[in-house]
C-alpha cells in the first residue's frame, strides 16, 4: 500500500505528512503515554519508598533537636546500640572469611554440585528469619539438642548473645559471597594462572592479583553485609528473648519503644539505622558510577 | 558492574556465569590450551575422555572448598535439618492436626494469599517503572533509581514503624483513607502495604538488565516489518523479558511469604484476621509449644524451598532463553 503510494509522485507529499508521526512513535510510546507511565513510576516510588525514608527522620526530629538527641541518653538505647555492634563486628568478619572462601572456590575452579553450593549459598535469604532464629533455640535451647550439654559446660547460648550473633550471621551468609562470586567469575582465571607461573605463592596471589581487582565489589558486600546484620529482626527476636538492657539489639529496642508509645526515642533509633542505610545505598551508586566511567 | 554484582542472584545469570556453569570443563580447557584436541576431545562421551592432568592449576581447592562447605554445613544446613529431625519425631498424624487447625490455616491464607497480591502488585508496577528508568529521561531519574534498594538496606523493623505512622488513621497518607472508610493500618491491606515495600526492588532490578541489552534494532525491524507498536510489545519485547519478570516476581513473592519484621507493626496482629504464620510461630515458642511451632516451621521452610526450587528453574529457562537468542 504505502510503496504503492510513494510511486505516485503528487501523492508523496500527503503520504510523508501522515507518516511523519507514525515513525516517531515506530520505536518509542506517545509522549502522552511516557508522561503517563513515568508518572505512575514516580509516584509510586515516592509513596512506597521516598515518604517512609522522610517520615524516619521526620519523626525522630518532631520534638527538636534537643528530643532526638536526649534520646540517645538512655542506658538500655546506649547498651542496644553497643550489642548490635558487638553482634555485627563478629558476624561480618565470618561471613567475610565465608564470601572469599566460597567465592575463591566456586570462580577459580570447576568441580561437581557447584550450582548446588551456589544455591545453598541463597538459601538464608529465602528462609523466614523468625526460622532463622528458631533453629538455634532447637539445638541449644532448654528442650535443644545440645541443651543439656550446653547447660553443663555453662554456656548460654538462648537467649544470650551468642545466639544472637548465630541468628544475625545465618540470616547475612549470602551478602559477600554472593557480591563476589559474579566479579570473579568475570574476571578470569587468566591473570592467577599468569601469577602462578611467574612463580607466586597462592596467597601472594589473592593478595596482590584477586584481591585488587575486585576490592570495591567486596567493600561494598561489607557494608551491605553490615546493614543488614545491624538490621537484622526477626531471627533476633525469636532467640534473644528480647530483654532490656541484656539482649536487646536496636531494632528490638525499636520495637519495644514503639510498642511503649515512646515515639521519638524509638525513631531515632531508627533514624541512625537508615542513615547507615542511606550510605549503603549512596555508597552502591557511586561505586556503579564509578565503574562504568 | 556493581549492580549486576549485588543483584547476581536475584535476577537471570549472565552469559559469563552461564558459560561456566554449564560447561565448566570446556571452559577451563580453553583457557589453558591452544591446541583443537580440546574440541575433539568435547564430543566424545564424556567416559571415553582421558583422565585430565593437573585441571587444577591455583592452590587453595582444598582449603576454601572444604571451609565454605563446613561453614554453611554448621551454620544454615544442618540448624535447618534440625527443625525436619524434630517434625519428623512427630507422628503423622499429631503433624496434620497441628499445620491444619484453624488458627494456622487463617495464617496461611492470609499470609500467601496478601504475600501474592503484593508480588502481583510489584509485578505490574515494577514493570512499568523498570520500563520507564531504563528507556525514559527525567528529572530525578538517577534518585529514583538509586533508591530502588532502599527495602533491601532498611531494616524491616524501621520500615515496619514508618509505614505504619504513615497509615495509621491520623497518619500523612492514612488520613484520607480513613476519610473514604479504608482502614489502612492493622488490617490485611496494611500487611499489603508492608509486603508491598519489602518485595519492591526485585521487580524492578530483574527487569532492567534484561531491559537495557534489548536491542533497539529488534524493535526497529519489527516497525519497518510493519507491527504495531501493541504487536511490537507483545510478540518481540515481552516474551524476551518474560523469564525475568517471572524470576522478580517469584523472588518477591518468596520474600513476602517469609517477612516479618514489618509485618508485625503495622497488621495489628489479630488471630484469624491479621496474624501471619511467622508470627504465629514466635507465639507458639512464647508459649513453650515447641511441637506446634516446629510444625508449622516445617511447613513454611517446605514452602521456601517449592518457592526456591521454582525461582531455579526460571532461570534455567531464562538461560536457555538467553542461548536460543544469541
Known amino acids: 500500500m504505502e510503496a504503492k503510494k510513494t510511486m505516485h509522485a503528487p501523492k508523496l507529499h ?58 540517645f541518653d538512655d542506658r538500655f538505647i546506649r547498651h542496644s546500640i553497643k550489642l548490635t555492634l558487638m553482634t555485627a563486628a563478629i558476624a561480618v568478619p565470618l561471613n567475610l572469611i565465608f564470601g572469599i572462601a566460597a567465592a575463591w572456590a566456586v570462580t577459580k575452579f570447576d568441580f561437581r554440585g557447584k550450582s548446588l553450593l551456589v544455591t545453598v549459598i541463597d538459601l538464608p535469604f529465602s ?38 550473633v548465630l541468628a544475625t550471621t545465618f540470616g547475612t551468609v549470602p551478602f559477600i559471597a554472593r557480591e563476589l562470586i559474579p566479579l570473579m567469575e568475570a574476571q578470569g582465571r587468566d591473570e592467577e594462572y599468569a601469577a602462578m607461573t611467574l612463580g607466586a605463592s597462592g596467597w601472594r596471589t589473592f593478595f596482590k592479583v584477586t584481591l585488587p581487582n575486585v576490592k570495591w565489589g567486596l567493600f561494598y558486600g561489607v557494608i551491605l553485609c553490615n546493614a543488614r546484620a545491624m538490621g537484622e529482626f526477626g531471627g533476633v527476636e525469636v532467640v534473644s528473648g528480647s530483654i532490656s538492657g541484656r539482649t536487646n539489639t536496636m531494632t528490638l529496642q525499636i520495637q519495644q519503644l514503639y510498642f511503649d508509645y515512646a515515639t521519638v526515642p524509638a525513631f531515632a533509633v531508627a533514624s541512625v539505622l537508615a542513615f547507615l542505610a542511606l550510605v549503603t545505598l549512596i555508597l552502591k551508586n557511586a561505586l556503579e558510577w564509578w565503574s562504568h566511567r | 558492574m556493581v549492580e549486576a554484582a549485588s543483584y547476581r542472584f536475584l535476577s537471570p545469570p549472565r552469559k559469563r556465569q552461564d558459560a561456566a556453569s554449564t560447561s565448566p570443563r570446556c571452559n577451563d580447557q580453553e583457557t589453558i590450551s591452544m591446541s583443537p584436541i580440546p574440541t575433539l576431545l568435547r564430543s566424545l562421551p564424556h567416559s571415553a ?16 572448598l572444604g571451609f565454605a562447605v563446613a561453614y554453611l554445613g554448621l551454620i544454615v544446613l544442618i540448624p535447618l535439618a534440625g527443625v525436619f529431625l524434630r517434625a519428623s519425631g512427630m507422628t503423622w498424624e499429631e503433624f496434620w492436626t497441628i499445620t491444619t487447625s484453624r488458627s494456622v490455616v487463617a495464617t496461611y491464607k492470609i499470609t500467601f494469599g496478601v504475600s501474592l497480591a503484593a508480588a502481583v502488585t510489584n509485578a505490574v508496577f515494577g514493570l512499568i517503572a523498570a520500563w520507564v528508568l531504563v528507556r525514559y529521561r527525567f528529572p530525578g531519574k538517577r534518585i529514583f533509581d538509586g533508591i530502588v534498594d532502599l527495602p533491601f538496606a532498611l531494616p524491616t523493623a524501621v520500615a515496619g514503624i514508618a509505614l505504619t505512622t ?20 492493622y488490617s490485611r491491606i496494611g500487611i499489603y502495604i508492608a509486603l508491598t515495600f519489602i518485595g519492591l526492588p526485585f521487580v524492578i532490578r530483574c527487569l532492567q538488565p534484561v531491559l ?12 519497518t516489518l510493519g507491527a504495531g507498536r501493541w504487536q ?44 501471619i504464620t511467622p508470627l504465629i510461630i514466635v507465639k507458639y515458642l512464647e508459649q513453650y509449644q515447641f511441637a506446634e ?16 526450587l521454582f525461582i531455579n528453574i526460571l532461570q534455567r529457562w531464562s538461560e536457555s532463553f538467553g542461548k536460543a537468542r544469541s
Do not use: C
Open chain 2, 293 to 308: 511451632a516446629t510444625a508449622v516451621a516445617a511447613v513454611m521452610l517446605v514452602a521456601s524451598f517449592i518457592i526456591l
Open chain 2, 166 to 185: 504513615i497509615y495509621a488513621e491520623t497518619g500523612f497518607l492514612g488520613q484520607f483513607f480513613y476519610a473514604w472508610g479504608i482502614e489502612t493500618a
Open chain 1, 127 to 164: 528462609v523466614s528469619p523468625v526460622i532463622a532464629g528458631f533453629v538455634f533455640i532447637l539445638i541449644f535451647g532448654a528442650h535443644g539438642y545440645l541443651g543439656p550439654w550446653v547447660e553443663k559446660a555453662g554456656i548460654q547460648i538462648v537467649f544470650a548473645f551468642p545466639g544472637i
Open chain 1, 14 to 71: 500527503r503520504f510523508r505528512a501522515s507518516s511523519v508521526p507514525r515513525t516517531r512513535f515506530a520505536t518509542t510510546e506517545h509522549p502522552a503515554v511516557r508522561w503517563l507511565l513515568t508518572g505512575i513510576t514516580v509516584t509510586f516510588l515516592t509513596v512506597f519508598l521516598l515518604f517512609p525514608l522522610f517520615t524516619v527522620f521526620h519523626e525522630a526530629f518532631s520534638r527538636g533537636m534537643e528530643m532526638y538527641l536526649a534520646s
Open chain 2, 212 to 223: 537495557e541489552d534489548l536491542d533497539k534494532e529488534v524493535e526497529e525491524a519489527s516497525a
Open chain 2, 49 to 64: 575422555r582421558p583422565p585430565k592432568p593437573n585441571r587444577r592449576v591455583l592452590p587453595g581447592f582444598g582449603l576454601t
Open chain 2, 232 to 275: 511490537t510489545y507483545r510478540r518481540i519485547i515481552f516474551p524476551a523479558i518474560l523469564p525475568a519478570w517471572l524470576t522478580g516476581f517469584s523472588l518477591a513473592y518468596a520474600r513476602a511469604v517469609g517477612e516479618y519484621g514489618s509485618v508485625i507493626f503495622i497488621s495489628g496482629n489479630m488471630p484469624f484476621r491479621t496474624e
